[in-house]
């Protein structure tokens, strides 16, 4: 159990169009979503926190109007990179947490690069 | 704030060699700590969590220890095989869950 699902596995877009990722926990309800970055050769930053049906808590330096979490449901959270830039190009990696278990259980990831 | 240093960031070994890789942390006040693999450009794979009571944690050939008044953690590798090689990454966990995590270990294990 505890599988999480990211979707799209990689993907590729023009500068200034936006991009939604997907995150999905497929067995277990996810109380808290996470999603990360990771530039090439450095380790993951944490970007934001996300608790189903309340806004997310982003890190100090990352734009919350640019990038956009949704977490809807106990099962699902989505990043939007808005009007996306090359500088954007990265690997986006999301976790979740089941509630009261401090586990943390990752996406495979999301490769963008932005044209 | 966590800072997180790994030590080494890169090794090298033959197969068969056991080995330890180190993890360092700033702020001890940390809930658990997960040690993750993670294979060129995938996602991260779960490894060994050890809760702040905890010492040590054992899977097979991987031991994790955890001496959280020192800032401390070690993955001991036994036996090493080529399918360890990886990127090693450890996480100290704070009380929101959030993990921080260190630069990685790029492990290479010669046949």
């Known amino acids: 159990g505890a599988v999480v699902s990211q979707h799209p596995s990689w993907v590729i877009c023009k500068s200034g169009t936006s991009v939604k990722i997907e995150c999905r926990s497929l067995d277990f309800q996810a109380t808290t979503m996470f999603w990360y970055r990771q530039f090439p050769k450095q380790s993951l930053m944490l970007m934001a926190t996300?608790?189903?049906?309340?806004?997310?808590?982003?890190e100090q330096g990352v734009e919350k109007d640019k990038f956009l979490i949704n977490h809807a449901s106990l099962t699902l959270s989505t990043l939007t990179v808005t009007s996306a830039h090359p500088e954007d190009s990265s690997f986006y990696i999301c976790?979740?947490?089941?509630?009261?278990?401090?586990?943390?259980?990752f996406g495979q990831g999301t490769r963008l690069t932005v044209v | 704030k966590q800072e997180v240093t790994q030590i080494p960031a890169a090794l090298s070994v033959p197969e068969g060699e056991n080995l330890v890789l180190n993890c360092s942390f700033t702020d001890s006040a940390i809930y658990n700590l997960q040690w993750f693999r993670q294979d060129p450009g995938k996602g991260l794979t779960s490894l060994l969590l050890i809760q702040s009571s905890q010492r040590e944690q054992t899977s097979g050939r991987l031991n994790a220890s955890l001496d959280k008044s020192s800032g401390r953690s070690t993955l001991y590798i036994a036996a090493s095989q080529p399918g360890d090689s990886a990127t090693y990454l450890c996480a100290p966990g704070g009380a929101t869950n959030k993990l921080i995590f260190g630069t990685g270990t790029l492990l290479a294990v010669q046949p």
């Open positions: 996300s608790n189903e049906g309340s806004k997310a808590t982003y």
């Open positions: 976790s979740a947490t089941r509630g009261g278990d401090t586990e943390a259980f």
